[in-house]
């Protein structure tokens, strides 16, 4: 029996691993029969030909992600309760208010990638430099997904977690090899739909499973204490205040600047195309980051509830919620369709943050310092560093433990590292060391103090609401590029800025 159930989950798999790879092929093959070979922008920024809805579905499947939105968003309403919502929903949805707010301004900026608009500012240099951290995080984010996707369907197909890094990997590398941003967005569209049904089918078994067993006001009223809160589970500030705040604090600044919702908007039609695609995301992350997690995390804190604060070993902390509802209260043949959207949820979600990687790296640090190129090799190299951004993300997978380290340590660094570059875009005087400085310094600072916050220096003069979130690290990361932004104004150089290359000829 188990042997057939691992069959009909590894057929329906496969068969969605072909759809999502003819995509690709059938962009590639398309642009073959036209006669006329896609250039390396186009590679990019899928033509800037996007509609309102591949915009808005496109932002929505990258964010209904599993580690972000199932995994690590249904586990902070278990560990917390209804109050969860303020560490990542709440400040989502604000990002997407400002995004909604901004999108006009930044399709202003003629400019594709953010290192970009930096760099015609401020120089070549810049805009390498800026893109390095930007890599890295969306690296981070890649290898995250892989990671989480594969200990969900790992147990599910009777395979190792390690087999479905390497096939994950591979599927997304070769669809994204083939049709770059177009076959993303793509396939985005494709997966959002089974991602939703996903997502949507897990709460409502969770909540019927509740529901059979006792009334929705008992079950509000007799929610169990969660494990990392000394409040109950309906109380709206569970986490308490000054983690709250520094959630906000470490998020917000960083997404408002987050490269995959950026190069949605500078790649839609008009400005009213975008901001339509802002509205279609704004409405799905209320609805599958927000409100169907909670559903889900609380009807786990009820049927698995926490024993004297400790969470039952087969939820290993919370991250196998899923997989356990799944095995529970749905039947098999269910299960295979939704073992399919739980790859679709992790897919739509790699190869965007595998997408902006490989942005980062080809098109921001390698382009602008090649002399000799021709469009061929433009576009050949965009190719290959989209495959090699998968393959060092399925590398670092291997030896994640945990997402909540991932999140608030790459999230911060967008927020200490990318925001001030983007804010002096705005900015009238701002020298080109004063970039280069808030750059290196927010990038290393942050890294460095991260490192001394978990080895417990900082909380020896810390003040108590600080230290007891763990997230001094990205508060003393800011401040110290802020300075470092400050002081190297107050300082002339010599050397004249880099000025970017120009635009490669296909």
Not at 162 to 184: D, N
Not at 220 to 229: D, K, N, S, V, Y
Request: hydrophobic fraction near 55%.
């Amino acid at each position: 029996m188990r042997t057939m159930t691992s069959m009909a989950y590894w057929l329906g798999f496969g068969a969605f691993c072909l759809v999502v790879i003819g995509i690709g092929l059938r962009i590639y093959l398309c642009e073959a029969r036209a006669g006329k070979q896609m250039s390396s922008n186009e590679f990019w920024n899928a033509k800037k030909s996007l509609s309102a809805s591949s915009v808005g579905l496109s932002i929505s499947a990258s964010m209904m992600s599993i580690s972000w939105s199932c995994v690590y968003g249904v586990q902070l309403f278990y560990w917390y309760g209804a109050g969860a919502a303020w560490l990542l929903a709440i400040p989502w949805l604000m990002a997407m208010a400002g995004f909604y707010l901004l999108a006009p301004r930044f399709r202003r900026l003629r400019a594709f990638s953010q290192p970009e608009m930096v760099g015609q500012r401020f120089g070549t240099r810049t805009r390498q430099l800026l893109a390095v951290p930007l890599a890295m995080v969306f690296l981070i984010w890649c290898g995250a997904e892989m990671y989480a996707a594969a200990i969900i369907l790992a147990p599910l197909l009777g395979a190792t977690k390690y087999v479905m890094l390497a096939i994950i990997a591979t599927v997304v590398a070769t669809y994204s090899y083939l049709g770059g941003f177009a076959a993303v967005v793509s396939t985005d569209k494709f997966q959002y739909f089974l991602a939703a049904f996903f997502i949507a089918t897990m709460a409502f078994f969770g909540a019927q499973a509740v529901l059979q067993q006792t009334t929705v006001t008992n079950f509000w009223a007799g929610l169990p204490t969660p494990p990392r809160a000394n409040a109950a589970a309906t109380s709206l500030f569970t986490p308490g205040l000054a983690l709250i705040l520094m959630t906000i604090a470490s998020y917000l600044p960083g997404w408002l600047v987050e490269t995959d919702v950026w190069i949605r908007l500078q790649a839609a039609r008009s400005d009213t195309k975008a901001r339509q695609g802002v509205a279609i995301a704004a409405t799905n992350s209320f609805i599958f980051v927000g409100s169907l997690p909670m559903i889900i995390g609380l009807s786990a804190l009820y049927l698995y509830p926490p024993s004297n604060g400790v969470i039952p070993p087969e939820l290993k902390d919370g991250s196998t919620i899923f997989v356990k509802l799944m095995q529970d209260y749905s039947p098999v043949w269910l299960n295979v369709f939704l073992g399919v959207g739980l790859a679709a949820v992790a897919m739509s979600t790699i190869d965007t943050c595998g997408n902006v990687a490989a942005l980062s790296t080809c098109y921001d640090i390698v382009t602008p310092a090649l002399r000799q190129r021709t469009p061929e090799q433009i576009l050949k190299l965009a190719r290959r560093m989209s495959v090699l951004s998968l393959a060092a993300a399925f590398f670092y997978s291997l030896f994640i433990e945990s997402l909540w380290d991932i999140f608030y340590l790459s999230s911060g660094i967008l927020t200490t590292t990318i925001f001030l570059p983007m804010i002096a875009i705005f900015l009238p005087n701002v020298k080109m060391q004063q970039v280069q400085a808030a750059v290196i310094t927010g990038f290393a600072g942050t890294l460095l103090f991260y490192f001394l916050e978990n080895r417990g220096h900082l909380q020896t003069f810390e003040p108590p609401w600080l230290a007891n979130t763990g997230l001094g690290y990205i508060l003393w990361g800011f401040i110290a590029s802020l300075l470092a932004f400050v002081i190297a104004g107050q300082f002339r150089f010599a050397i004249a800025p880099t000025r970017s290359a120009p635009e490669s000829p296909d």
